[in-house]
Nanobody
């Protein structure tokens, strides 16, 4: 059974930091491109950052310089370090695992990030 379990969300003040984690099980983690997505109320889900099997990273412009994605294949875990958080970053953050060579992908249940004073 495949599971992606996100953690690390919460309430933080503007300018603060959070570190999200996504622990994967039931997949050969090293064969998957890992991504973080987010969905704010009333908006579509959007890609935030991704990291390939070779650890090449990609970021959306609105998080460049503030967020860092990383992965630990030994722990089957992907991380999203979020610094300088803004109210506009408030959303439900989802982890995605996309197989590098097939159309298979998996989603986690999401972790809420709220940036507010």
């Amino acid at each position: 059974q495949v599971q992606l379990v996100e953690s690390g969300g919460g309430l933080v003040q503007p300018g603060g930091s959070l570190r999200l984690s996504c622990a994967a099980s039931g997949i050969v983690f090293r064969n998957y491109v890992m991504g973080w997505y987010r969905q704010a109320p009333g908006k579509r889900r959007e890609l935030v950052a991704s990291i390939t099997i070779n650890e090449t990273t990609t970021y959306r412009d609105f998080v460049k310089g503030r967020f860092t994605i990383s992965r630990d294949n030994a722990k089957n875990t992907v991380y999203l370090q979020m610094n300088s958080l803004e109210p506009e970053d408030t959303a439900l953050y989802y982890c995605n695992a996309a197989h590098a060579r097939t159309d298979i992908d998996w989603w986690g249940q999401g972790t809420q990030v709220t940036v507010s004073s």
